[in-house]
């Protein structure tokens, strides 16, 4: 069992940073793959980006990639998101989620693939 646990959250002008944090409890946090998505007002979750267990395989989703960083601190058994160059597009409630190895192929962009999901933090962009 893995429980998750968001925080970072909060309001940001236009063109600002927040990080994230997923912090993880269990002792085999470090062979999880772990995910963050979001879920904006009247939308579906969506996809944001994952990163596997090694940490040096990461993937992004299009309207992220070159604003967003995901990375992880086996140490803390934490995994981040660094947000860069905010849109009020990117306004939502931001979810962690993690899934332990499995032997077969996983598309972790999808969300379905996830076992443990987090309750979320708020993200609003706006000036």
């Known amino acids: 069992q893995v429980h998750v646990v968001e925080s970072g959250g909060g309001l940001v002008l236009p063109g600002g940073s927040l990080r994230l944090s997923c912090a993880a409890s269990?002792?085999?946090?470090?062979?999880?793959?772990m995910g963050w998505f979001r879920q904006a007002p009247g939308k579906e979750r969506e996809f944001v980006a994952f990163?596997?267990?090694?940490?040096?395989?990461?993937y992004y989703a299009n309207s992220v990639k070159g604003r967003f960083s995901i990375s992880r601190d086996y140490a803390k058994n934490t995994v981040y998101l660094q947000m860069n160059s905010l849109k009020p597009e990117d306004t939502a409630v931001y979810f962690c989620a993690a899934d332990p190895p499995s032997p077969s192929y996983r598309d972790y962009t999808r969300r379905n693939v996830y076992d443990y999901w987090g309750q979320g933090t708020q993200v609003t962009v706006s000036s």
């Open positions: 990163i596997r267990s090694s940490g040096s395989s990461t």
């Open positions: 269990g002792r085999t946090f470090s062979s999880y793959t």
